[in-house]
């Protein structure tokens, strides 16, 4: 006798099935939160590689409101939305604080608190796929302990010879580790790929932050030393 999977859930104990429904809300979400952080980091590299030419150009022409309009523009770029808040904390400290190093410290410290917030927004759902990943198998695991009690239930009222009435409880344990095992690797997989590239963004962050704070101490010292 054959069993289908659509079988082996009817056959399934009540909190079986709980644990088959369980598995496959996890899967639907899991497949979101990769979709939703594939396009969102897909806009990041697009629109940081358009802002970017133009954001330096802005810099080196010393134009910080056009500097400001350019990184307003690319919403979606990681880039963009950590030294804008530089280049505001810089437009609106640069005449209250004269000293140079104190106005570089506050920009600094405004780029930090960008980096920070940004890197939280991105890595958002990425904890989900890591629980995920970490628990579908024991999920799974739980629904197969479930069909082998089912199985050795059977075993003692129809007796081990007969092995069609044992066959639908036995079906239903494998394919509930076989549906822990589907909705973990691919939670896992996502995960690793997604933190490499959140590193990679880190990195283009941290180093434009730095950037960013070199031009402006340069900018003073070259103003100050005219003077």
């Not at 980091?41 to 590689?49: D, I, T, V």
């Amino acid at each position: 006798m054959e069993h289908t999977i659509w079988d082996a859930f009817k056959m399934a104990t009540p909190i079986g099935k709980g644990a088959w429904i369980l598995l496959i809300i996890l899967s639907v979400y899991s497949l979101a939160v990769m979709f939703d952080r594939w396009k969102s980091y897909r806009a990041a590299r697009n629109e940081s590689l358009q802002f970017l030419p133009a954001f330096v150009k802005a810099l080196k022409d010393n134009k910080i409101d056009e500097a400001v309009a350019t990184a307003r523009k690319f919403k979606n770029s990681h880039i963009a939305r950590v030294v804008i808040a530089g280049l505001l904390e810089y437009q609106n400290d640069e005449r209250s604080l004269k000293d140079s190093h104190d106005l570089v410290a506050a920009v600094g410290r405004a780029l930090e608190r960008s980096v920070a917030l940004t890197s939280a927004e991105m890595k958002k759902g990425l904890s989900g796929l890591a629980t995920i990943g970490s628990a579908a198998p024991f999920i799974g695991l739980f629904g197969t302990v479930l069909g082998i009690i089912a199985a050795f239930s059977v075993i003692s009222t129809a007796g081990a010879g007969n092995i069609s009435a044992v066959s639908g409880s036995i079906a239903e344990a494998l394919y509930a580790t076989a549906l822990g095992i589907g909705v973990a690797v691919p939670a896992v997989m996502a995960y690793n790929y997604f933190t490499t590239r959140h590193e990679r963004f880190m990195i283009e962050m941290t180093n434009s932050s730095a950037e960013l704070m070199d031009f402006f101490l340069k900018k003073h010292e070259a103003s100050h030393a005219g003077r």
